[in-house]
Every structure is written in C-alpha cells, then in structure tokens.
C-alpha cells in the first residue's frame, strides 16, 4: 500500500483524475485475484461437487466478504499427487500482504488407504509437506482424519485399507503441531451402513454434508478470527 501511495503521488501531477481512478480499481481487481481468504483442496470429499461434497459450497455461502477458493477435484486423487500441484494450484492464492488472514484445509489421504499405489508413509509424508507448506505460505491449516466407508482396490482388502486408515489417523492425531484445528471426521463418521449419513458407504448424504459444514464453519471463525 505504502509503494502504491508513493507511486500515485509521483503520477498525480500527469494523470487526469479519470486515469487514477482506473488505476486505483485495477490495483484492487489485482489485489482481489492475488489471494484467497479460504482454500478448500483435497480429494471427492472436498470436491464441491454435489450431491456428495456440497459442505464447500455451503461453507462459503454463509459468509460474507471471504473468498474462498476450491481446487479439491473428485476421482482417485491420492495424497502424493494433490501435493505435486502446489504451486500451480494452492500457492498463487496464498495470502501475500503482512497481516492478511488465510484459511487452508485438506481433506485427503482416503483414496490412498484403498490403493495400494502408496504407501501409508508416503502419505504421511505428503500430508506434513502440505500443512508445512501452507503455513509458509501465510495459511492457517485445518487437517482431517480419513472417514469410514472404505472401498479397496484389489489386493487390498476392506481389513488391509481400515488398518491402513487407522495408523494414519493415529499419525495425523499425534502430531497436532503440525496443522491449527483438526477436524476429525473419523470420530464422526464411524459407522457405513449409516445411509443417513454416506450415501454409498462412502460419500456424503445431504446431513453427512451438514455435520462437516458444523464442525468446519466454526474453525474457520476462530481462524479467521471473525
């Protein structure tokens, strides 16, 4: 702000006042495009793609004057490769100005307990690097733990990917230093043959979309400090 002012002041005497005017709108277009409040990044359960991950889209709705950008894709994302685009995809949106409040939150690592195209430290490793990441990059991280409602790909068994899944929730669970708010989805989806709550055994209902929006909203005010 303080480089700008001194450049509009240098300028003034040769620009009409039609001419600062529209400079000082492209500088706030700019500044608008250059970061995000919220960034929403992960696999299908993240995806805001409905009717299995509306919570995003919900999440924004009830805000006013936060931006929010969602870049989770549905399909078979593991960990290693949502980490791969960091810089195409989360780091442009990072806030950049000292002082600008930035959420980041990650939901990820389900498909890579049903593959056996990863390993469970190599998630590990993929989800520290994010969160690392994140913070550098000015964010405040929200972390989850990987839900119930398993679907393997062969070798792995439905046993084989729920061990999987536990010791990484164990990891995520133990290492609270690493992120600011954990969202536990875990303890909050534990049982599959809920049909209220995952449509498939795996994806969000309507009210399983709902308890995420409940335990996300809040976290978000506190990070954000609103």
């Known amino acids: 702000k303080g480089k700008w002012t001194m450049q509009m002041t240098k300028m003034t005497a040769k620009l009409t006042a039609n001419d600062i005017a529209r400079m000082r709108q492209l500088h706030f277009r700019l500044s608008e495009l250059g970061w995000s409040d919220v960034v929403i990044d992960g696999d299908s359960l993240a995806s805001n793609m409905p009717p299995s991950s509306t919570w995003p889209r919900d999440l924004e709705a009830t805000f006013k004057g936060v931006r929010f950008q969602h870049i989770a894709t549905s399909g078979s994302k593991n960990a290693i490769e949502i980490a791969d685009r960091w810089d195409s995809h989360v780091h442009p949106h990072a806030p950049r100005d000292n002082g600008a409040r930035g959420v980041y939150i990650l939901v990820a690592g389900k498909n890579d307990a049903c593959m056996a195209k990863v390993s469970i430290d190599q998630t590990w490793d993929a989800l520290q690097a994010m969160w690392a990441k994140a913070r550098r990059d000015g964010f405040k991280v929200i972390a989850t733990t990987v839900p119930s409602g398993m679907r393997p ?18 990891r995520i669970r133990d290492n609270a230093n690493l992120y600011d708010t954990l969202i536990d989805l875990a303890a909050m989806f534990q049982d599959t043959d809920d049909t209220s709550l995952l449509s498939d055994g795996v994806h969000f209902t309507p009210s399983g979309n709902q308890k995420v929006l409940d335990a996300v909203k809040p976290a978000v005010l506190n990070l954000l400090a609103l």
């Not at 070798?155 to 164990?170: E, I, Q, Y």
């Open 153 to 170: 790909f062969a070798p792995l068994t439905l046993a084989d990917s729920n061990a999987l899944r536990w010791r990484l929730n164990a």
